[in-house]
């Protein structure tokens, strides 16, 4: 079946380093994929998404490229900020014939900035 | 209201009890979808509403789990007969037809002692 591989965490990282979270997905159709992100004590909030190959997406100085020939949806950051620590969720969700949409998760990577 | 609601925030049950978990979604989203969240670890899938007809439950892990969404709005899941393998948070999210974006809500945090 589908699924998501993200690196694992924690990362710690100072204010202004550059971000990069690894993903990975198998799937059978041409899903969506997304990043999702929880900051403490909140809910889960997309961050960003995109919908087919070379695909880019952005939101709040986070990137991530939709590259199918290597099955992955890397989510960087040129400058991360304090403000920035949280859990990261890379996610694919596949709307194809007889799918529902529903999401798969990766298990989350924790993102700690130190000032 | 704005988002997607849940209540309780948190539910603490003994082992065997049931409890029941409700989601007020965005008012005008179709589909409505359900999460458990063990610590630690990524959401995964239960079950699936498409207004009140409820179209996968493949995720739903025993049949103590038992969902539902009858006038198409809000819906409750229930667990009967708690075991302590089912604390986790349950999370809620729902999206209008075809969207792929699902909007969560902050979750319910059950804990079975």
């Known amino acids: 079946g589908d699924s998501v591989t993200q690196m694992e965490g924690p990362v710690t990282l100072s204010e202004e380093a550059f971000l990069t979270i690894n993903c990975t997905y198998t799937?059978?159709?041409?899903?969506?994929l997304f990043w999702y992100v929880q900051y403490p004590g909140e809910g889960l909030q997309l961050l960003l998404k995109?919908?087919?190959?070379?695909d880019k997406g952005s939101n709040k100085g986070f990137e991530a490229t939709y590259r199918k020939e290597t099955t992955s949806f890397h989510l960087e950051k040129g400058s991360v900020q304090v403000s920035d620590s949280a859990v990261y969720f890379c996610a694919l969700s596949d709307h194809g014939s007889g799918n529902t949409g529903k999401l798969i998760f990766g298990q989350g990577t924790t993102l700690q900035v130190k000032p | 209201g704005a988002g997607v609601s849940q209540s309780p925030r948190y539910k603490v049950a003994k082992r065997g009890q049931d409890v029941a978990l409700r989601c007020d979604p965005i008012?005008?989203?179709?589909?409505l979808f359900w999460y458990q969240q063990a610590l630690g670890q990524g959401p995964e899938f239960l079950t699936y509403f498409q207004n009140e007809a409820q179209l996968d439950k493949s995720g739903l892990p025993s049949d103590r789990f038992f969902a539902e969404r009858p006038e198409g709005s809000v819906s409750t899941l229930k667990i009967q007969r708690t075991q302590q393998e089912d604390s986790a948070v349950y999370l809620c999210?729902?999206?209008?037809?075809?969207?792929?974006?699902?909007?969560f809500g902050p979750g319910t945090r059950l804990t079975v002692l």
């Open positions: 995109a919908t087919k190959a070379d």
């Open positions: 999210a729902s999206s209008l037809a075809g969207a792929d974006e699902q909007f």
């Open positions: 799937a059978t159709g041409y899903p969506s």
């Open positions: 008012s005008g989203h179709v589909s």
